[in-house]
């Protein structure tokens, strides 16, 4: 149970569909709390939990809980209305309506988008029927690859979203599908192997610690993950490594990159928090973190140049402009990049280099800020080139500096 002072006890646990993006912590949860998990009967979950059938309340004491299935994030998905005293005031949304935006459907496969598409027109116009008045909170928010768009708030209201939301303005289903789909964006490789996790029910998990190993220790054929400041990755690092610094995306950077079921050891400086890490890492499925490393010691180490955007403006107005890939997302390429400049979403470079770039001379990288230019640079130096990365500033701040007439 939580601790006494918190004065409250845990009935239920809420899952709004089988998610995509990470193993689910609902069973966890249930057994530290003693609740009861509650699921979509349509999950068909293979372990315990209270089916959720659609507007079959659940009796929570001095709340009511009602669900009501919206499907389109996916065919079980259902979102929870809280009643107190009868009177509606909360909805769990989930992957239905979110904040300026709504869960997308092609997570299960683009062969199904367009029907679940069809769906999710029909349940967020259902929680739109809901009082001005109900405060919706979704699962995802601005960062997450499960929503069409991104908001930079994590609640709203159902007034709110009445009037602000795009998903409901359109007027009928077949405009409200074409603009779904026609901006839906790349999503993480590792998203296939959460679903079926979620199915079954996950094994229970791993400590979230790792033995430190040197380098001379590292298995052979092991992935290593340098989650070090991107400086420090820029200054010397073993060949090989993928530079992803630690912030709350790491795990799905590298769960983009690496291999499902791959051995990983990470590069860390003490003052660093590896466990919290290795949690992430745990929560999209990645069971083998094998060992960290905090001393490089004598070890042969690469390196390369990091950058500002003012150093990279100066380049382009010589007569020698670099080689530069922008390695943003599709939708932030088509609304703005620097004209010249080659493209290739981050994951993508898995591929190898853009046509017509000559992996002989230095490659250089942009993003918006650095970060993902930086965890591109491990993938060029795989590829047999040289990367530059401009580690501050980003697309953006080079086209001020350029101007619009850049805009390709």
């Not at 909805?91 to 069809?118: C, T």
């Not at 470079?349 to 640079?377: F, K, N, Q, S």
Request: glycine residues 12%; charged residues 20%; contains cysteine.
């Amino acid at each position: 149970m939580l601790p006494a002072a918190e004065n409250l006890d845990v009935g239920f646990v809420l899952e709004t569909h089988l998610h995509n993006d990470y193993v689910s912590g609902g069973i966890a949860l249930a057994e530290a709390t003693g609740a009861e998990l509650v699921l979509p009967a349509a999950s068909g979950a293979a372990y315990r939990h209270v089916p959720a059938f659609h507007l079959e309340d659940i009796d929570a004491g001095s709340f009511v809980v009602r669900p009501i299935h919206t499907p389109g994030h996916t065919p079980e998905h259902t979102s929870y209305l809280v009643l107190i005293d009868g009177v509606p005031v909360v909805v769990f949304s989930g992957g239905s309506l979110l904040v300026g935006s709504a869960g997308r459907p092609d997570l299960l496969g683009m062969e199904r988008a367009d029907s679940l598409a069809r769906l999710q027109y029909i349940s967020v116009n259902r929680l739109a029927e809901l009082p001005d008045t109900v405060g919706l909170y979704p699962t995802h928010g601005e960062g997450s690859f499960c929503t069409i768009s991104t908001s930079g708030a994590m609640a709203s209201t159902i007034g709110t979203e009445k009037a602000t939301n795009p998903v409901l303005q359109y007027g009928d289903a077949d405009g409200f599908v074409k603009g779904q789909i026609s901006v839906l964006q790349p999503y993480p490789d590792y998203y296939a192997f959460m679903g079926p996790l979620n199915l079954m029910g996950p094994d229970p998990a791993p400590a979230a610690s790792a033995d430190e190993i040197s380098v001379a220790a590292i298995p052979a054929g092991a992935t290593i993950i340098d989650v070090r400041p991107r400086a420090d990755f820029a200054a010397g690092h073993l060949a090989g490594s993928l530079g992803i610094e630690h912030s709350d995306q790491t795990a799905v950077w590298a769960g983009w990159l690496v291999e499902f079921d791959a051995e990983i050891v990470l590069v860390a400086n003490r003052d660093q928090r590896v466990d919290e890490i290795i949690t992430q890492f745990i929560r999209i499925g990645f069971d083998h973190v094998v060992g960290v490393t905090y001393s490089l010691g004598d070890a042969d180490l690469v390196s390369f140049r990091a950058v500002t955007d003012a150093e990279l403006v100066d380049r382009i107005e010589t007569d020698l402009p670099p080689q530069l890939i922008d390695v943003r997302s599709p939708s932030e390429w088509e609304e703005g990049h620097i004209e010249g400049s080659y493209y290739r979403y981050v994951p993508d470079l898995r591929e190898g280099l853009p046509e017509g770039m000559d992996a002989g001379h230095d490659v250089w990288l942009i993003c918006r800020t650095g970060h993902r230019a930086m965890i591109a640079a491990g993938l060029i130096e795989q590829l047999g080139a040289s990367p530059v990365v401009v580690g501050r500033g980003g697309v953006g701040s080079v086209l001020a500096r350029l101007g619009a007439d850049t805009v390709g």
